[in-house]
Structure formats: C-alpha cells, structure tokens
C-alpha cells in the first residue's frame, strides 16, 4: 500500500521560490504533483516517469517548476520559482500516475499543502 505524505507550502511573495516535498511509503512509482485552485478543476503540474526519469510540465509552470526525485526514489520534490500569484492553490501528491487521454490521473494521493502566493 503507498502512503505519501506533502510538505513544504506555505506563503511566499510573487517571484519568490517554494520547494515541496513528498515522502512516499510503499512502492510508489510514476509519481506527479497536482494542483487544485478554489472554483477549478484539479490539474497536472508536472509528471515524473519514476523509470527513465522522464519529466511533463504543464503550460502554465514550464521554465518555473522542475520535478525530480531522490535517489531512493522515496522523496518527490517539487521546485517552484518565479511564483505568481495564480499558482496559489491545494498541491497535491500523487502515485502510480497516468494519461487517460484527456488529463493525467494518479491511483494513490497525499493529502495536500496549501501554497499562497500573493
């Protein structure tokens, strides 16, 4: 069973950085932040392939956000900088992720760090 554990919100002013975190239990593979803003849709922030390290980013966080993973493969870390306001939202975790045509999707979820930017 994977447990996945978020870290690291909080507030910060735009342009500044925030790192997050998430400690992962269990076999957790495939694994990808989300987010989700007050009124909106959860979306796909950025995707790691936990095999070939390949990475997705969405649109919106290209150039600003990068994805990695610990050697372990225990931690996913999320690097955000160059914040705007619009990237205030609910961060999420997630494991076992995948594309099902229209969005990316994970099987196994944290349960969320807040992240304000203002």
């Known amino acids: 069973h994977v447990q996945l554990v978020e870290s690291g919100g909080g507030s910060e002013q735009a342009g500044g950085s925030l790192r997050l975190s998430c400690a992962a239990s269990?076999?957790?593979?495939?694994m990808g932040w989300f987010r989700q803003a007050p009124g909106k849709e959860r979306e796909g922030v950025a995707i790691i392939y936990t095999g070939s390290n390949l990475t997705f980013y969405a649109d919106s966080v290209k150039g600003r956000f990068t994805i990695s993973q610990d050697n372990a493969k225990t931690t996913l870390y999320l690097q955000m900088n160059s914040l705007k306001p619009e990237d205030t939202a609910m961060y999420y975790c997630?494991?076992?992720?995948?594309?099902?045509?229209?969005?990316?999707?994970?099987?196994?979820w944290g349960q969320g760090t807040q992240v304000t930017v203002s």
């Open positions: 269990g076999f957790a593979y495939n």
């Open positions: 997630a494991a076992d992720v995948r594309w099902n045509g229209d969005e990316w999707s994970g099987t196994y």
